[in-house]
């Protein structure tokens, strides 16, 4: 066996579970009239490793699976997919069972040292998941440099998705690109949410940073906070871009590991926050 199929056959058995994302109801306008609109839903997913209950995520349950290995990945608990046999969802109980090859050893000491986060109540970041970051250093920026054009070709990419944000609004959505290249989009009604389930999605793939061509850019709709910050970091991505704006330890930690944090990008607008040597402007002349 080819040690690609190798590597293939060690990676979780995921359940592939479904519920609806929208959910249609009524509402009272300005003018005192009834009328439809659908909602995002949003529904429980306790997670058990082993049997042992870890933690409740509340999601909208696009792709469940993904959201608890990524989740997994981003807290430090698993070093790769080959430790979990399976991932199994049940949303009749809004539960997510986690099978290991061979248990967790130290489960029960790694998730007692954590910090909570403005992951909108859900964040949370175990153990020392600076350390782990420093330890493997992002790129060097000769090697992966975001242009401006790049920028504004991205946010046309994600304008051009059928989200379920058009439809509904009130979700996050995070999306991992490779240069112009769209590699996944994720919404869910937490960002934290969104790129764990894009970290679950490049373990299933089998990517790391060294198969992606350069740039690898992260989009998100939510706040550039500390945590966002980590957990591109953890994947090996080194450009990040949000719509929204950015929290002061969100900027100090990019700055830090030398991360490209560009926030405010609306448009033909943005700015760049940290990793200015990441960067090629392109500046439009009037």
């Given at each position: ?17 479904r ?6 109801i ?18 429980p ?14 999601t ?23 430790a ?66 790049a920028?504004?070709?991205m ?12 439809q ?13 290249a ?22 299933m793939q089998?990517l ?35 719509r ?6 969100g900027?100090?930690?990019?700055a830090?590991?030398g ?5 405010r990008a ?21």
């Open positions: 066996m080819s040690s690609t199929r190798a590597r293939a056959a060690l990676l979780p058995r995921l359940s592939k579970a519920a609806p994302l929208i959910h249609a009524e509402v009272l306008d300005e003018h005192g009239q009834l009328r439809s609109l659908n909602i995002p839903a949003e529904r997913l306790t997670v058990y490793i082993d049997k042992r209950e870890l933690v409740t995520l509340m909208l349950g696009e792709q469940p699976e993904l959201l608890v290995l990524g989740y997994l990945r981003n807290q430090g608990l698993v070093d790769g997919p080959d979990i046999e399976s991932i199994t969802v049940d949303w009749e109980v809004g539960a997510a069972a986690v099978k290991t090859r061979a248990g967790l050893p130290g489960l029960a000491e790694r998730t007692t040292r954590r910090t909570v986060t403005t992951g909108c109540g859900q964040g949370t970041v175990f153990g020392d998941q600076l350390q782990a970051i420093e330890a493997r250093p992002l790129p060097p920026p000769a090697a992966a440099r975001f242009s401006q054009r920028l504004y070709a946010l046309a990419e994600v304008r051009s998705v059928d989200s379920i944000y058009k509904a609004g009130s979700v996050h959505g995070c999306a991992l690109f490779a240069g112009d769209m590699l996944c989009h994720v919404e869910d009604v937490g960002r934290h949410n969104a790129i764990d389930t894009i970290a679950g999605w490049l373990w089998q790391e940073r060294a198969q992606l061509d350069a740039p690898v850019a992260f989009y998100t709709t939510g706040r550039l906070t500390s945590e966002m910050v980590m957990k591109a970091a953890l994947m090996g991505v080194p450009i990040v871009v949000s929204n704006g950015v929290t002061q330890m900027q100090a930690l990019a830090r590991l991360l490209c944090l560009i926030g609306k448009g033909r607008h943005f700015l760049v926050y940290s990793g200015f040597d990441r960067f090629i402007p392109e500046p439009e002349t009037t």
